[in-house]
């Protein structure tokens, strides 16, 4: 469906009852103009008639040279005129048959018949000319200066919806001392208009600066805490010989504990919508990314006796990538394809353009794949802890850094989702 702007739907308002009011004028003018004529003519051809009658002294020669002819019961008709008086009604009669045009009149006096005809061709056909032309004129004139006022009245009506769409478009939600942008309007419609966006963009302004609040103060508290489990660890693995039984604990400590701090940037990252592929805190190539993925759940599979491979077919060497919104995409589709596949193989697949993620799990029922990226959602298939927001927190990283998330699934055979660049 096109979109119309309001201005133009004005102008085509204006322009539509112009054209409504134009015309219903030109008709009435022409019905009006076409009664007085027949009445004129009809008061002038009956004073002719009496003249005439008055004094029979004229002779027909002169009367046909003024284009009249005057004809009663006793008076031979031409046989182009005969077929008009047929049936013709007492008073004045307009004849028009194409070339020709004949004003009629025909009144009894003194008991007798008269028919008075008057040829007006070459009259009538300037007459009607002159007088469409004029009407036409008028009429598109009318319609033009309809169209103008219509226009003029639009942006008019239009300026000060423009003014405030521009007042709130260049307002920014992070600057605090704005000036309220409702005082620079009327109090009126528009005004009303500004001050309820005035306060739906304050109630906007306070929500974000308090979810800014809670996002600072909960990643602070949650990086200290890992912190401190991290240099815990370290300390401890300083400790502790390679072939400690606890080395390895400590060490899969210390590995959450950095996955953790990864996955806390990237909520912060998506939940504040900030672009970082310009300038990331930390980047990698594709095939960096992929193996530290590869590695970090390789046991998981290795546990599951499910076979997982990493295939490099073409990998862009030369770009980088965000590692942290990266790393927690891939970590999610790889948590997800281990909990949902339970015999098979795992792929994780580089290409040019693009990485994949394929398995042979249970995939996802028909129904649910048009909902599937949406938060909340999840697969019924298999009674497992989870708030379906992984997918969801995917699709987000995806479009924060430009990246298009894609899949393709069958029940009871697999998935395989794509992430392209």
């Not at 999840?378 to 927001?389: A, E, H, K, M, V």
């Not at 969801?392 to 992430?419: A, E, K, Y």
Request: net charge negative.
């Amino acid at each position: 469906m096109n979109k119309v702007s309001i201005r133009w739907r004005i102008v085509i308002a204006f322009t539509l009852i112009t054209l409504f009011v134009a015309g219903a004028f030109t008709l009435a003018i022409y019905k009006i103009i076409h009664a007085m004529e027949a009445e004129l003519l009809s008061q002038e051809m009956h004073a002719k008639l009496e003249l005439i009658v008055a004094n029979p002294a004229y002779p027909q020669t002169t009367l046909n040279d003024l284009g009249l002819h005057l004809y009663t019961a006793d008076t031979a008709v031409e046989p182009e005129i005969a077929k008009y008086l047929v049936d013709l009604k007492y008073g004045f009669t307009e004849v028009e048959d194409k070339p020709a045009s004949y004003y009629i009149y025909r009144q009894s006096l003194h008991g007798k018949d008269y028919i008075l005809l008057q040829d007006e061709t070459l009259y009538e056909d300037g007459f009607e000319r002159n007088l469409f032309l004029a009407l036409k004129s008028g009429f598109l004139l009318t319609t033009l200066l309809g169209v103008l006022v219509g226009w003029l009245l639009a942006r008019q009506i239009i300026s000060p919806i423009i003014k405030l769409s521009n007042a709130f478009s260049q307002r920014k939600l992070g600057a605090l001392d704005e000036v309220p942008s409702a005082n620079a309007f009327p109090d009126d419609e528009i005004g009303s208009l500004a001050q309820a966006f005035e306060e739906a963009y304050g109630r906007l302004k306070d929500a974000l600066w308090r979810e800014r609040l809670f996002t600072s103060d909960v990643s602070h508290e949650f990086r200290s805490g890992l912190m401190v489990i991290s240099s815990s660890c370290e300390l401890l693995m300083q400790a502790r010989a390679q072939d400690d039984p606890d080395y390895e604990r400590i060490e899969r400590i210390a590995r959450a504990s950095s996955e953790m701090q990864q996955l806390i940037e990237s909520l912060i990252i998506v939940a504040r919508a900030e672009h970082t592929a310009a300038n990331p805190t930390s980047t990698q190539t594709l095939e960096q990314i992929a193996k530290e993925a590869f590695n970090r759940w390789q046991s998981g599979f290795q546990a599951k006796n499910i076979a997982f491979n990493l295939i490099i077919k073409q990998a862009p060497a030369s770009r980088l990538f965000n590692a942290d919104l990266l790393l927690t995409a891939l970590s999610n589709l790889l948590k997800n394809a281990l909990n949902y596949t339970h015999h098979g193989q795992v792929e994780l697949i580089i290409d040019k353009t693009s990485i994949s993620v394929t398995d042979t799990g249970v995939g996802i029922a028909l129904e649910q794949q048009g909902q599937i990226l949406q938060p909340f959602v999840r697969s019924n298939d298999l009674p497992l802890d989870g708030l379906g927001l992984g997918l969801s927190l995917i699709q987000r990283i995806c479009d924060n850094q430009g990246w298009q998330l894609s899949f393709f699934s069958r029940p009871g055979q697999g998935s395989t989702f794509t992430i392209s660049f």
